[in-house]
């Protein structure tokens, strides 16, 4: 799918009005320039970001592109870290909660309170997101999205050659997988890279013990649950898990990890949903060439992480300007909804009609919604939102070190988990 021009997404009756609104309304900044630094670039990714592009263009604002590429930014927030320290940092960032509380704790970002009121952002905006998208009670963040962390994404090709029942459970996923193995049919897309497996452990963390454990494991560290058998046990299945890896798997990138169950050449990826804007770009549909669904023994819970643009100070009124159109339009209902569709994600906004997303898009807007009635709404220890970079970094490294070295027990990842953390 070619990316869309806002005068088709406006053709759409779902976002004409909205769009027709926005681009009558806007008051265009000639000069307004703004400097944007994100991971973007993904065939999906990109397509998403277009929406946002044009908009801003609509405006008369100039998009200055400082794409890096890396899936979860690996690349871009070390990039990053190197310009705020020599003074130079972009006009928008790219970030995670865990960025935004860092660096708005250092005063480096700019206040968004005046198009939050304007907007209603305390009204509109998911609670668990207004968490990280403030900072001492003021907006300084906005979020574009609301992604879902466990999702198990299947070729429907392949589970169809083997009765169309998809594993709810990591035991009724191994029996199939062997099943696989057996007729030689690739069952795990993996790519083998530290964040991704880092996502993996703590999918199977969260099947293990449920989301209970995981406030108490990951988000409060408690002592006797960091150490306790649960953890061992999420070691043992993350383990068991990865021998269904094939000989391509390590560093392979998310996106080719994907790209593997869109061509059926693997049956199942555990993945983010920014995988299915890979869907979209390869013209699959869902329901139809693949299947979404939560990850097994995670039924119920809604592991999230969103992306936030950050803003940094800039001197000219015109550029200022510009950072508080783009807060703007991220937040607007058309781009929402235009931008979600397109990543794969569900929005910000709890007020958009589901009626435009498709049956995944669809499904993660429900399941968020029950998962919130019973407290299974669970921020993102991988992808930065549970902890501090340094915490997060300690399971991080044991994670990867485990997922390399055999000579790892299970028990020894949780001994050094627990070390790594006292050292802090
Ligand atoms: C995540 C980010 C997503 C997605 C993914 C892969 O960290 O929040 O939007 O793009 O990385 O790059």
Request: proline share 3%.
């Amino acid at each position: 799918m070619k990316s869309k021009s806002i005068k088709q997404m406006a053709s759409r009756g779902l976002v004409l009005t909205t769009f027709a609104g926005l681009l009558s309304v806007g008051t265009a900044i000639a000069s307004g320039k703004v400097e944007v630094m994100h991971w973007w670039t993904s065939g999906g990714e990109a397509n998403a970001l277009n929406v946002l592009k044009e908009a801003l263009g609509a405006q008369g604002i100039a998009w200055d592109d400082s794409a890096v590429a890396g899936g979860s930014g690996t690349n871009a927030l070390q990039v990053l870290q190197a310009r705020v320290a020599s003074g130079n940092p972009p006009a928008a960032m790219q970030m995670h909660g865990e960025q935004i509380k860092t660096y708005a704790e250092e005063g480096l970002l700019g206040d968004l309170s005046e198009i939050a009121t304007a907007q209603n952002w305390d009204a509109v905006m998911a609670p668990e997101l207004q968490t990280f998208a403030k900072h001492d009670g003021v907006y300084v963040g906005v979020p574009f999205n609301e992604h879902r962390h466990n999702w198990m994404w299947v070729s429907k090709k392949i589970i169809d050659q083997y009765g169309g029942k998809v594993p709810e459970t990591w035991d009724e996923w191994f029996v199939l997988a062997d099943k696989m193995k057996a007729d030689g049919v690739q069952p795990l897309a993996h790519g083998g890279q530290p964040w991704q497996e880092f996502m993996l452990w703590e999918d199977i963390l969260v099947a293990v013990g449920g989301a209970d454990f995981h406030k108490k494991a990951v988000q409060e560290l408690d002592e006797a649950e960091l150490g306790g058998d649960k953890m061992v046990q999420a070691f043992d299945t993350f383990r068991k898990v990865l021998s269904y890896a094939d000989a391509g798997a390590a560093n392979r990138d998310w996106n080719l990890a994907t790209a593997m169950v869109i061509e059926d050449k693997a049956a199942f990826h555990f993945m983010g949903d920014w995988a299915k804007g890979e869907f979209t770009v390869a013209n699959k549909k869902a329901d139809v060439d693949y299947l979404c669904r939560a990850a097994p023994g995670t039924a119920g819970t809604y592991v999230f992480l969103a992306d936030y643009w950050g803003f940094f100070p800039v001197k000219e009124e015109a550029a200022k300007q510009a950072q508080m159109e783009m807060a703007k339009l991220t937040m607007d209902p058309a781009v929402q909804t235009e931008f979600n569709i397109r990543k794969g994600s569900i929005p910000a906004r709890i007020d958009i009609d589901p009626k435009a997303f498709d049956a995944c898009g669809q499904a993660a807007i429900a399941d968020r919604a029950a998962a919130a009635e019973k407290g299974g709404v669970l921020p993102s220890l991988s992808q930065n939102h549970a902890q501090s970079r340094e915490v997060r970094g300690v399971f991080e490294d044991v994670i990867t070190s485990f997922a390399n070295d055999a000579n790892i027990t299970s028990a020894d990842a949780v001994a050094r988990i627990k070390s790594g953390l006292a050292g802090l």
